[in-house]
């Protein structure tokens, strides 16, 4: 243990990680994220969160069957002082708000006993969530101007109640019953014996805020039945009252074009995760199977050499925002920043190219939007003399040399200079393979020829042709790929970016009118 930790104090914050999808944590859960030395969390908490830990903060996920049994509550207390020991910064992270039938009060109990200071970070309980995800006001003053929160984890025939069913019944707001779904037959019928009218209106919202996201809704008296036919299961919450009856019209969420829509992406990790992200916000449930690794090419003396001197060039050009990333992490590892440029003019192929470098605080000077090297070498020799100009080409070691040629012929002296590489990434894809031809996955998508390749590498092409799947592709290099493998193309994207990419699956999904 170094001796700045062993000063440190030992801290350990309970935090909500928000309903399920990731991005609803507020900005103090997030803070704490990436300042944690130690990150316990829930099996409600959206996984997606970690990306906020830094890459040396231990993780430990429960409760986890390990040899066949779950934490428990003590076992749980037990690791929050133990991991906190030492003057570690520790995050509890729970589903929800953590004080919603979270067991917040008695962690918080242990912490106080054992002399750790401790901070509570509230979260967005689903019991709201699913007000706002589904259009089911808990309170519409037209219907309720009270609701209760009640835990329905009661075992069945369970001797004594903790639950005040006479006064739930009576009760003229609205209901909103967690952990129920196991024993919802049980609760209504506990209702209706208490005098509940069985046409009471029931809403059952699982998987809330997810893309996997299902409304069930019925009378009272049915809803059990309902839910068992539709299999309903686990996380959900079951809302009880006028309110529950709501106009679907105001179900914004579920009527996204995408929503619901799986979608498996095929780029490298990180490109993985910034599409999936794209594909979160608009309802669709991103499946992610990466083809290529990037790797980066920053540590020759050809590119240390090319830094030293980046100053002296006219134009600097970037081709991709891979290799914006990639020099930008170079930099960072050099303790150098985006002065070294000085006065150098900056060209980006494309608008991600272009916000990738505005990510780094560059505006660059010239945005053709084109996707080949061709199209950028003709739009920059009309925007800018080029004769006797020196223009440094920082792109993949892959890219084709016609850009190169043809900045040469109009009089540059170009440097083409490979910040990166893409090297194929195979892992076990049997399960890929068992969605495909279950059905269980909507659209394949492709942003390059050499993803396509490895892709089929270890997915068979009769099966996704055989399937229902359909196929996307970015433009017309990454389809001829797809078609020389005899597969069936779909749609191909007119604006060659992700976003064209996911812009065309949008058009393709939307009801023909
Ligand atoms: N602290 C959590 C609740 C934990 S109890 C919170 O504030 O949300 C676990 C119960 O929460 C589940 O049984 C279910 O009733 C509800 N729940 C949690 N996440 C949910 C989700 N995404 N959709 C529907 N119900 C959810």
């Not at 994220?33 to 996920?61: G, M, Q, S, T």
């Not at 290799?323 to 150098?336: D, H, I, M, P």
Request: glycine residues 8%.
């Amino acid at each position: 243990m170094n001796v700045e930790r062993a000063n440190k104090k030992a801290k350990v914050y309970l935090v909500g990680a928000g309903p399920g999808r990731a991005d609803l944590i507020t900005l103090r859960g997030a803070d704490v994220l990436k300042a944690a030395d130690c990150i316990i969390y829930d099996k409600l908490a959206n996984p997606a969160l970690l990306k906020f830990a830094r890459a040396d903060a231990e993780i430990v996920h429960v409760p986890k069957r390990i040899g066949g049994r779950s934490f428990t509550q003590q076992e749980i207390n037990n690791l929050l002082v133990e991991k906190a020991s030492g003057g570690r910064t520790v995050v509890r992270l729970k589903g929800g708000d953590p004080c919603i039938f979270g067991r917040c009060a008695e962690e918080a109990a242990v912490l106080a006993e054992a002399g750790i200071d401790f901070e509570i970070v509230p979260g967005v309980t689903a019991g709201i969530a699913v007000a706002a995800y589904t259009g089911i006001f808990l309170t519409d003053r037209e219907h309720s101007s009270q609701v209760v929160f009640v835990t329905a984890k009661e075992a069945e025939g369970k001797q004594k109640s903790n639950i005040d069913w006479p006064l739930l019944a009576k009760f003229s707001g609205t209901i909103v019953f967690y952990m129920g779904v196991g024993n919802l037959g049980y609760i209504a019928g506990r209702l209706i014996e208490n005098d509940m009218a069985e046409g009471t209106p029931a809403a059952v919202i699982a998987d809330a805020t997810l893309p996997t996201q299902r409304v069930v809704k019925a009378p009272l008296g049915r809803i059990s039945e309902k839910c068992k036919v539709e299999k309903i299961e686990p996380p959900a919450i079951i809302v009880v009252g006028a309110v529950a009856d709501s106009d679907t019209t105001l179900n914004w969420f579920m009527k996204k074009p995408l929503f619901g829509t799986n979608i498996v992406v095929t780029r490298d990790a990180r490109g993985n995760a910034d599409f999936a992200a794209k594909i979160v916000q608009r309802g669709a449930n991103p499946i992610e199977f990466a083809t290529i690794k990037i790797k980066p090419l920053t540590r020759t003396n050809e590119f240390l050499r090319t830094l030293a001197k980046i100053a002296e060039y006219d134009w600097i050009i970037f081709t991709s925002s891979n290799g914006v990333t990639v020099f930008f992490e170079a930099l960072q590892s050099l303790s150098k920043d985006a002065r070294v440029f000085a006065s150098a003019k900056i060209a980006a192929i494309g608008s991600e190219t272009a916000a990738k470098l505005s990510r780094f605080g560059i505006n660059a000077d010239f945005v053709p939007s084109v996707f080949t090297g061709k199209e950028l070498a003709n739009k920059l020799i009309t925007y800018t003399n080029l004769s006797g100009r020196k223009v440094l080409l920082l792109r993949s070691q892959l890219a084709s040399k016609e850009l190169v040629e043809l900045l040469a012929e109009a009089g540059a002296e170009v440097q083409d200079v490979a910040v990166y590489t893409a090297v194929e990434e195979k892992s076990d894809s049997a399960w890929l393979t068992e969605k495909i031809d279950n059905g269980r996955v909507d659209w394949l998508t492709f942003a390059s020829p050499s993803s396509v390749r490895v892709f089929f590498e270890q997915i068979p092409g009769e099966v996704v042709n055989s399937s229902d799947v359909k196929v996307a592709s970015i433009g017309p290099v990454t389809s001829e790929q797809l078609k020389n493998l005899g597969i069936r193309v779909d749609i191909t994207a007119t604006e060659h970016t992700i976003d064209g990419l996911i812009a065309a699956i949008e058009e393709s999904e939307k009801p023909k009118t």
